[in-house]
């Protein structure tokens, strides 16, 4: 990558390196010896716990002795998707990144800016001579985007700072004070294996082309969720016909809105074109329902082999019903603040595998009570329909504080140096913070960071003026730390 262009040079320069280092989720080893050496080469505390997060320290420079601690934190980790014609390795391959007018992006694959401009900036900071700051301590998690599982095993006592800033925000100009806690809840219905009859039209039924989205942050925003499309044609065939199931894969991510999805069926061949008839309704209906959200919405309806057995009608019956009555979106707003959602459910994937339908989903909530309750909802529902169902114990929400010293702080520098207001913000997504609420209580945090779009997919770009800024800020927020 070019960097000489790119301002604030030195932190560009770290986000190069970091680019040359594979860092898969839970594939982070190559990532977490480039940090020991980095720290270790500057001849700055440097240690790693067991689960492999790395802690960097550096003192304070010469008149900021007496200042708080602050703890930098960034994941080291990140999401790697690539377009289907890319040959991109990454394990071994660079990410070959270029820009584009005010963004820079990556040639087919992620950018890994979520969050490995974060790292970047720490390391800049670390690197840094002529800098002025208090006692700092940087801390890489691992494994961020698949579970939070480095921020979950983090021990008390790694870190010792006072105030935390958390660098893995995605718009400039906002500073997260808060974020909402979830958990996944998965079912299981074992069935049985029968024959189709002789003389059934066998079809597969497609919905595509939906805007999908973050399961947490985009709950909100009126979007169809492609299982819920699917099982609402499959039924109403299945209450209207005599209708086998014979497969049905629909939905990917946990932490995504389903974009996609598709189910085999057989029905007798003289109902072949009154579905064909009812999949064109139900596609008007939805088309008009989602008329703003959803322009690209497709149903497709094709003649498919039927490979001689499906689900038996009443496991059949049990599952569809449970899907249809399964709460999806959002279940209730914020007491506090009119515009944050405070609970949700998303139904992430539905899918027949060795024997078994599994479905997978998620609740969100910044209330715990609440995400239990929404959990222990979903469980209710499938468990009438007498499928095994599992939630896990999730991860915390991170509750704002409202005295927060640091807070202020970033509000009062961001004015000082930018004379606008910056958005105070909650989110309804997961952040490590919540993780770190919970084993250090009394640290002080917030969330920042430069804007970011497309990710967790190969359309990811940073937008890089606003790097400028958020490199300001953190400094001039690093001068103006409390005294101890």
């Given at each position: 990558m070019e960097t000489t262009a790119l301002q604030p040079k030195a932190v560009f320069d770290c986000f190069a390196q970091v680019n040359r280092i594979p860092r898969p989720s839970k594939r982070e080893e190559k990532m977490i010896e480039f940090l020991k050496s980095f720290?270790?080469?500057?001849?700055?505390?440097?240690?790693?716990?067991?689960?492999?997060?790395?802690?960097?320290?550096?003192?304070?420079?010469p008149g900021f002795e007496n200042r708080r601690t602050v703890v930098l934190q960034s994941h080291m980790d990140m999401v790697c998707e690539k377009n289907a014609d890319s040959a991109f390795d990454f394990m071994k391959d660079p990410i070959e990144a270029y820009v584009?007018?005010?963004?820079?992006?990556?040639?087919?694959?992620?950018?890994?800016?979520?969050?490995?401009?974060?790292?970047?900036?720490?390391?800049?900071?670390?690197?840094?001579?002529?800098?002025?700051?208090?006692?700092?301590?940087?801390?890489?998690?691992?494994?961020?985007?698949?579970?939070?599982?480095?921020?979950?095993?983090?021990?008390?006592?790694?870190?010792?700072?006072?105030?935390?800033?958390?660098?893995?925000?995605?718009?400039?100009?906002?500073?997260?004070?808060?974020?909402?806690?979830?958990?996944?809840?998965?079912?299981?219905?074992?069935?049985?294996?029968?024959?189709?009859?002789?003389?059934?039209?066998?079809?597969?039924?497609e919905v595509k082309g939906l805007t999908g989205g973050h399961s947490g942050d985009d709950i909100n925003k009126k979007r169809a969720n492609a299982n819920k499309l699917l099982v609402r044609f499959i039924l109403d065939a299945f209450k209207k016909y005599d209708l086998y199931l014979v497969d049905i894969q629909s939905g990917g991510l946990h932490n995504a809105i389903p974009r996609e999805g598709f189910a085999v069926c057989a029905v007798p061949m003289a109902d072949k074109e009154q579905v064909r008839v009812d999949l064109n309704l139900l596609a008007a209906a939805v088309e008009e329902e989602y008329s703003r959200t959803e322009p690209g919405v497709a149903f497709v309806l094709e003649s498919a082999p039927v490979a001689g057995t499906a689900i038996d009608k009443d496991t059949t019956r049990r599952l569809l019903l449970a899907l249809q009555a399964m709460d999806n979106g959002v279940f209730a707003m914020s007491q506090d603040l009119d515009w944050l959602v405070e609970t949700s459910s998303n139904l992430a994937s539905v899918r027949k595998e060795d024997g078994k339908v599994v479905i997978n989903s998620s609740q969100r909530s910044s209330v715990a009570s609440a995400r239990e309750n929404m959990s222990a909802t979903v469980r209710a529902v499938f468990e009438l329909a007498?499928?095994?169902?599992?939630?896990?114990?999730?991860?915390?929400?991170?509750?704002?504080?409202?005295?927060?010293?640091?807070?202020?702080?970033?509000?009062?520098?961001?004015?000082?140096?930018?004379?606008?207001?910056?958005?105070?913000?909650?989110?309804?997504?997961?952040?490590?913070?919540?993780?770190?609420?919970?084993?250090?209580?009394?640290?002080?945090?917030?969330?920042?960071?430069?804007?970011?779009?497309?990710?967790?997919?190969?359309?990811?770009?940073?937008?890089?003026?606003?790097?400028?800024?958020?490199?300001?800020?953190?400094?001039?927020?690093?001068?103006?730390?409390?005294?101890?």
């Open positions: 720290g270790e080469r500057l001849g700055l505390p440097t240690k790693v716990d067991e689960a492999g997060n790395v802690l960097i320290t550096k003192p304070a420079t584009d007018g005010e963004w820079l992006k990556a040639k087919g694959t992620t950018l890994g800016a979520d969050d490995g401009i974060g790292v970047a900036m720490q390391m800049a900071l670390l690197e840094a001579t002529d800098i002025p700051h208090g006692p700092i301590e940087c801390l890489f998690t691992r494994d961020e985007e698949t579970g939070l599982t480095g921020a979950a095993a983090l021990k008390p006592g790694f870190m010792t700072g006072d105030y935390l800033i958390n660098l893995d925000s995605e718009d400039e100009g906002q500073i997260f004070v808060s974020c909402a806690g979830g958990a996944r809840t998965s079912a299981e219905f074992d069935f049985t294996e029968v024959p189709v009859p002789e003389g059934y039209f066998g079809f597969r039924v007498g499928a095994r169902v599992v939630t896990n114990e999730g991860y915390p929400g991170w509750k704002m504080n409202p005295n927060s010293a640091l807070l202020k702080v970033a509000v009062d520098s961001y004015r000082r140096l930018f004379s606008a207001e910056p958005k105070i913000l909650a989110i309804h997504a997961g952040l490590e913070c919540g993780l770190f609420s919970e084993k250090y209580p009394h640290l002080d945090m917030i969330s920042v960071g430069p804007t970011l779009r497309g990710v967790h997919s190969p359309d990811e770009r940073l937008h890089i003026p606003s790097v400028q800024k958020v490199w300001d800020h953190l400094l001039d927020m690093l001068v103006n730390i409390p005294t101890a």
